[in-house]
């Protein structure tokens, strides 16, 4: 059983299509909770409760053997499904994370739709800079794994290096060669690097110091990894 956490911005639907093409109809999408359009008492509050719930049971059918999308994986953290349980997500550079989730709301707003906190984006059309130190969407890594140490995941890729993290991830957990499919790409160029200048970098890598921490931990963990070969 694989339970796979989609940071928003990480390359997640192009993994997305990875997990379809191995999993096939055993797979589940949980997009519904929409974590960071709710306060933080009620997404920490239902993941908790989720949380004993799950405590021990065998939370989903027989037929699910991979969970993806947006949700806290605190949810599934003392789980114990027919099978064995396996965490993975995927992390970017915080501050490159940042600048294309805000270009990305900014194109894809569909009104009704989009939720609570992107609408008010949009109708007060922030600005870079009061998006980057929004309270809601500070330190986005930090909001989801609430509950949920870093070093608990057996698989966390690194997007910058998503082709080659891919195939480690195929080889390690899933062992099995792995299909690559970019989707949901920037049409403008979202693999492209985005400069800021000095003083908005500092703004946001001083508003982002958690998810900037986690980050630095994750390519630690990666390099160790990869010296296991």
Same mark, same amino acid.
């Given at each position: %059983? &694989? /339970?796979?956490?989609?940071?928003?911005?990480?390359?997640? =639907?192009?993994?997305?299509?990875? &997990?379809?093409?191995?999993?096939?109809?055993?797979?589940? &999408?949980?997009?519904?909770?929409?974590?960071? #359009?709710? =306060?933080?008492?009620?997404?920490?509050?239902?993941?908790?409760?989720?949380?004993?719930?799950?405590?021990?049971?065998?939370?989903?059918?027989?037929?699910?053997?991979?969970? #993806?999308? #947006?949700?806290?994986? +605190?949810? @599934?953290?003392?789980?114990?499904?027919?099978?064995?349980?396996?965490?993975?997500?995927?992390?970017?550079?915080?501050?490159?994370?940042?600048?294309? #989730?805000?270009? @990305?709301?900014?194109? =894809?707003?569909?009104?009704?739709?989009?939720?609570?906190?992107?609408?008010?984006?949009?109708?007060?059309?922030?600005?870079?800079?009061?998006?980057?130190?929004?309270?809601? +969407?500070?330190?986005?890594?930090?909001?989801?794994?609430?509950?949920?140490? +870093? !070093?608990?995941?057996?698989?966390?890729? /690194?997007?910058?290096?998503?082709?080659?993290?891919? *195939?480690?991830? !195929?080889?390690?957990?899933?062992?099995?060669?792995?299909?690559?499919?970019?989707?949901?790409?920037?049409?403008? !160029?979202?693999?492209? *690097?985005?400069?800021?200048? !000095?003083?908005?970098?500092? &703004? /946001?890598?001083?508003?982002?110091?958690?998810? /900037?921490?986690?980050? =630095?931990?994750? +390519? %630690? %963990?990666?390099?160790?990894?990869?010296? *296991?070969?």
């Amino acid at each position: %059983m &694989l /339970i796979s956490v989609h940071m928003p911005k990480t390359a997640g =639907s192009s993994f997305q299509a990875t &997990l379809e093409a191995h999993f096939g109809e055993g797979l589940k &999408l949980r997009y519904e909770d929409r974590p960071l #359009h709710r =306060s933080a008492w009620s997404r920490n509050f239902d993941a908790t409760l989720n949380c004993l719930k799950n405590k021990g049971a065998a939370f989903v059918d027989r037929d699910v053997s991979c969970v #993806h999308g #947006h949700f806290l994986p +605190l949810n @599934y953290r003392l789980a114990k499904p027919h099978t064995q349980l396996q965490f993975v997500t995927w992390l970017r550079d915080p501050v490159q994370r940042l600048l294309s #989730h805000y270009y @990305y709301w900014k194109r =894809s707003y569909q009104p009704g739709q989009s939720g609570t906190l992107h609408q008010q984006m949009i109708e007060e059309d922030w600005s870079l800079e009061q998006f980057a130190v929004c309270r809601e +969407l500070r330190n986005l890594y930090s909001i989801f794994l609430w509950g949920f140490p +870093l !070093g608990r995941f057996d698989f966390i890729g /690194i997007t910058e290096h998503f082709a080659s993290e891919l *195939e480690d991830f !195929g080889r390690r957990v899933l062992d099995a060669p792995v299909v690559q499919e970019e989707r949901n790409r920037n049409p403008d !160029g979202d693999d492209q *690097e985005y400069k800021v200048d !000095g003083s908005l970098l500092r &703004l /946001i890598e001083t508003a982002h110091a958690k998810d /900037i921490a986690l980050y =630095s931990r994750a +390519l %630690m %963990m990666r390099k160790l990894r990869l010296e *296991e070969d």
